[in-house]
């Protein structure tokens, strides 16, 4: 059938009670309740049923025969389903040039890139030497033509993942004399990573490996040593950076430096200039550096000792340290400079300026200018500054859209490059002259049968329940779906962590538009499209916020004639997740249909227990319950503890068993316990993949495959898989 008669099948639905070609005979799983008091140290207790669900060795028998059980009913119910499925997947693969490959970027002589080969999950990560007539554009035609002589393959992902239910490389990096090649994979989902070593000039592989490592790897300019980042094995927390000498025992490396806050993330990286190697310390609220030259790793000096409520990220270029911050009271963050040597924010002295309507969100330094990138009004846009201080912006061409660096790793260039899209167009690379103006475009996505002209994306602003606040929305849908009120409508927001999600497009959604589904963005409070305010306006005590921003939205819309009140369904993810369980306990008869993806659904339990990856990270995020305002406030809206005698939307929930960042026992317990509640007649169904963690199946295929049957749900819900 061709699109025009999809929407006309749709449209003639819109007018008819929607009916569900869901198997409705299977019976859902029943689970043994258990009692178990969980306790909070200022002396309140809760009931948690299934808290015996919790497995930290994944191993118990009982709880995995019920997430088997859980998942067998998934494929009872779904079965009828089975033909839109594949057929969602269908598409969704026709839109991906199989054989397609990254724009090629210079770094040291060498010319890196990445490519796809004709029915394979995973990348080929490759490079050639520099030479004449050797450049992005002419590998980017040898690589289309299928000719890779004089390319040095650096990891065939492919090869290395055969044979695994579940495979990653995390990070790879290539020794400052280019000859060795050190990469982090994970083979279960669950983060702890291995280091492993190749001899780029034979191709061997060294015998050193490195265990529960993060994926963040720096080599010193010696070629022998490695800094990477070591993970506490119960926590998963990153906690002490250590050195790997190549062809000693990794029980040997050596302990640069151990972070003994818990509220604390770390990474390590390379100066813009390559001259030192630094340590990062991040909290939600504060932020600390120390650094090291790169030739000769000693001591790693604090550039400024660590504060409360002061952030900063420093880099350094030629004989200055560059650094954003939101010291001294910028909240939106500015810039400073401060001499090489400086240890003291005493020496920093102000380059980019505070403004209260522009958010400051990173930049990146060369010879010869600087750019900065910035966010204002929901929009992303890179500033380039010039030698003699007079600055540009770069040019964006639609209304809602998403602008940023891309790899520009040599600093000597006159040619700044930056990614590019929106709803409606694919991923773009464009590199700028910043001297003449001139743009070229690199490369665009391409996407097999896919007409941009077909599609529109506007921007409007929803007003919240407060009466003051508006609420930015990005929205596409396809020209000739009527804005009339009997659309259906999948709206989507994260609204964690200061999070921005900005509009980019999805081969997938396109199925979905093509259908006649209008899809919503929704930047609610809690990420930083609207800069720092927004973040703290849906965090700690002003959680709340982000919720009823989620449900405004959809009022708004659906005021609007964008969808039909009882067509709309509703998607998050993780801390998205949470933002799904609260505003189907604040508002579920908004709500056809919510898909709820690894979500953060207890957030008492998980809270109060420090032994949980992350959970020590996020007091500054969600507050600790074991102070008693934070807890009675989190208890009302934790998903778990909300759950009531009521009727839910339908609802497609997913984990992963792997899972170490929200871990898979918050969702099994949140279906258990809204099985039992649950007066609504949609389904509940409850996908766990026994082989992954947190971001779902690895490989580019394999993610589809799950969405399809995820999108599959959702459109039988609301009457459009229907015929």
């Known amino acids: 059938m061709k699109p025009t008669s999809l929407l006309l099948a749709a449209t003639v639905l819109m007018s008819t009670p929607i009916s569900s070609a869901l198997a409705a005979s299977a019976t859902p799983p029943d689970v043994a309740k258990k009692p178990h008091v969980v306790k909070a140290p200022h002396g309140a207790e809760r009931n948690d049923e299934y808290y015996w669900l919790r497995d930290d060795k994944r191993e118990n028998k009982e709880m995995l025969a019920y997430l088997n059980a859980e998942n067998a009913y998934t494929d009872a119910v779904m079965a009828p389903l089975k033909p839109l499925e594949d057929k969602l997947y269908e598409e969704v693969v026709a839109r991906i040039k ?43 035609a040898a690589n289309a033509a299928g000719d890779f002589a004089g390319e040095q ?29 050190a990469y982090a994979d994970d083979t279960n989902g669950r983060r702890q990573y291995t280091i492993r070593f190749k001899n780029l000039d034979t191709g061997e592989m060294l015998p050193d490996t490195v265990t529960n490592a993060e994926p963040n790897l720096v080599w010193s300019d010696d070629g022998r040593t490695l800094f990477y980042v070591d993970k506490d094995p119960e926590t998963l927390l990153s906690k002490r950076v250590k050195a790997h000498v190549l062809g000693t025992p990794s029980s040997q490396d050596a302990l640069v430096y151990e972070e003994e806050d818990d509220s604390f993330y770390m990474g390590i990286g390379r100066s813009r200039d390559d001259k030192f190697i630094c340590i990062s310390v991040e909290s939600t609220v504060s932020s600390e550096m120390r650094c090291t030259p790169a030739a000769s790793p000693g001591v790693f000096t604090v550039l400024a000792p660590r504060e409360r409520d002061v952030e900063y990220q420093a880099d350094h270029l030629g004989d200055r340290w560059v650094i954003r911050t939101n010291a001294d009271g910028a909240t939106n963050f500015k810039i400073v400079t401060a001499p090489t040597d400086s240890v003291s924010r005493k020496d920093w002295k102000d380059w980019v300026a505070h403004r209260d309507d522009v958010f400051v969100e990173g930049f990146e330094l060369f010879d010869g200018f600087s750019v900065v990138a910035e966010r204002a009004n929901a929009l992303e846009s890179l500033r380039v500054i010039k030698a ?29 490059r930056y990614s590019y899209t929106s709803m409606t167009t694919p991923a773009t690379t464009y590199e700028l002259n910043t001297k003449t103006g001139e743009r070229r475009l690199l490369k665009q996505q391409p996407v097999p049968g896919y007409d941009a002209s077909k599609y529109v994306t506007e921007r409007v602003w929803a007003p919240a329940r407060d009466g003051k606040t508006k609420i930015p929305v990005t929205l596409v849908y396809r020209k000739d779906v009527a ?35 209008v899809y919503a963005l929704a930047h609610i ?24 921003d989620f449900i405004d939205v959809t009022d708004y ?40 993806l690894v979500p953060f659904v207890d957030v008492v339990t998980t809270m109060l227990d420090p032994t949980i990856p992350l959970t020590t990270n996020e007091y500054d995020e969600w507050g600790n319950p074991e102070e008693k305002g934070y807890y ?51 389904p509940v169904v409850f996908r766990t993949n026994m082989e992954a963690g947190h971001g779902g ?21 609301l009457g459009v898989a229907s015929k």
């Not at 890139?113 to 050797?134: I, L, S, W």
């Not at 492919?158 to 400052?176: F, H, I, M, T």
């Open 525 to 548: 409070r809690g990420g930083q499209e609207m800069g720092r305010a927004w973040y703290d306006d849906g965090k700690l005590y002003n959680k709340i916020n982000t919720f009823t």
């Open 388 to 416: 003699d201080g007079s600055s540009d912006y770069v040019k964006a061409d639609e209304p809602a859209y998403s602008m940023g660096l891309s790899a520009n790793p040599e600093t000597g260039t006159d040619w700044l």
């Open 483 to 517: 804005r009339d009120g009997k659309a259906p409508m999948l709206q989507y927001a994260y609204g964690s962590y200061g999070a921005s999600m900005d509009p980019n497009f999805s081969i997938t959604n396109v199925s979905l538009l093509d259908r006649g589904v």
């Open 98 to 140: 199989q054989d397609d490959a990254s724009v090629p970027y210079r770094e040291r002589g060498w010319w890196y890139y990445a490519r796809f080969v004709t029915g394979k999950d995973y990348p080929v990560h490759a490079r050639r030497k520099d030479g004449p007539g050797v450049d992005a554009v002419s590998i980017q």
């Open 632 to 682: 009675d406030y989190i208890l009302t809206y934790s998903p778990y503890d909300n759950l009531q005698a009521k009727a839910y939307p339908a609802m497609f929930v997913g984990t992963g068993l792997w899972d170490s960042q929200v871990q898979y026992w918050e969702p099994a317990k949140y279906v258990a316990r809204l099985r039992d509640l649950n007066t609504g007649k949609g």
């Open 153 to 181: 393959v650096l990891l065939d992902v492919n090869a290395l993942g055969e044979g695994k239910d579940y495979y990653n490389v995390g990070d790879y990096e290539v020794s400052q004399d280019n000859r060795l090649l």
């Open 697 to 717: 199946k690895s490989g580019r295929f394999r993610q589809y495959r799950e969405r399809a049957e995820m999108f599959a749900f959702m459109l039988d819900q």
């Open 557 to 596: 819309l659906v005021k609007e004639g964008y969808a039909a009140k009882d067509r709309v369904a509703a998607m998050g993810g993780s801390a998205g997740g949470l933002l799904m369980g609260a505003v189907s306990n604040m508002a579920p008869e908004k709500y056809k249909v919510i898909l709820t």
